[in-house]
């Protein structure tokens, strides 16, 4: 079964700075996707950004961007000039490719406070 | 245009009781699921349809029983609802070839 370690619960940046959170996981699947959450204070998850395990190149979304360790199972997200609207809880989740439809699975999650 | 939608948003309700939440989607996909997020904001899958049909279920209790009466919808009904039920459970929705998943504003329901 595949697990997704998030190994700070809790985080905190000043507003402007950059922030990087961790997440590493356990697979022995070779092709498979991955993901960061966000969920703020109004509950709502949006995806924040996605990256698939067969490209090599590192995802990006505006401010947001990843740095994918297939080696090292290891994929962080880092949050360049950070805003107070980024304060939140930031989900790590891992998914089987089988067409899209499998479930996903989360880490435990990291609590961001963006401060002023 | 809300693409997936739950009701209620809130449900408070005494032990022994049964309750149900609905899931709506009007996004045309074919697969639907519901997750647990428990008081710690652990998110968990319990259940997955694919086109009305069961394709995962999680240890979860016999006590929940999901129903899909057609492939936009997906209920979730708790039987003799214990104080350990209170939590965030989310619907979300997938179209198969397609691996974003689209969540719907969960339901906090609190069991007394």
């Known amino acids: 079964a595949q697990t997704v370690t998030q190994s700070q619960p809790e985080m905190s940046v000043q507003e402007a700075e950059t922030v990087t959170l961790s997440c590493t996981y356990d697979?022995?699947?070779?092709?498979?996707?991955l993901f960061w959450y966000k969920q703020p204070p109004s509950r709502q998850m949006i995806l924040v950004i996605r990256?698939?395990?067969?490209?090599?190149q590192n995802a990006t979304e505006n401010r947001f961007s990843v740095n994918f360790q297939k080696a090292a199972k290891s994929f962080s997200l880092k949050i360049s000039d950070s805003q107070l609207g980024d304060t939140a809880m930031y989900f790590c989740?891992?998914?089987?490719?089988?067409?899209?439809?499998?479930?996903?699975?989360f880490g435990k999650g990291t609590r961001l406070s963006v401060i002023a | 245009d809300t693409a997936v939608s739950q009701t209620p948003k809130y449900l408070v309700t005494q032990m022994g009781n049964d309750k149900s939440i609905k899931c709506e989607q009007n996004?045309?996909?074919?697969?639907m699921y519901w997750y647990k997020q428990d008081s710690k904001k652990f998110l968990k899958i319990m259940f997955s349809?694919?086109?009305?049909?069961?394709?995962i279920n999680e240890t979860v209790p016999n006590r929940f029983s999901p129903k899909s009466p057609d492939k936009a919808h997906l209920n979730l009904h708790i039987n003799s609802l214990e104080l350990g039920d209170s939590a965030v459970y989310f619907c979300?929705?997938?179209?198969?070839?397609?691996?974003?998943?689209?969540f719907g504003p969960g339901t906090r329901l609190t069991v007394t």
């Open positions: 349809y694919n086109n009305k049909e069961l394709i």
């Open positions: 979300a929705s997938s179209q198969h070839g397609s691996y974003e998943q689209y």
């Open positions: 990256q698939e395990a067969y490209k090599q």
């Open positions: 989740a891992f998914m089987k490719p089988n067409s899209g439809n499998t479930p996903l699975v």
């Open positions: 697979t022995s699947e070779n092709n498979y996707y």
């Open positions: 996004l045309g996909h074919d697969t």
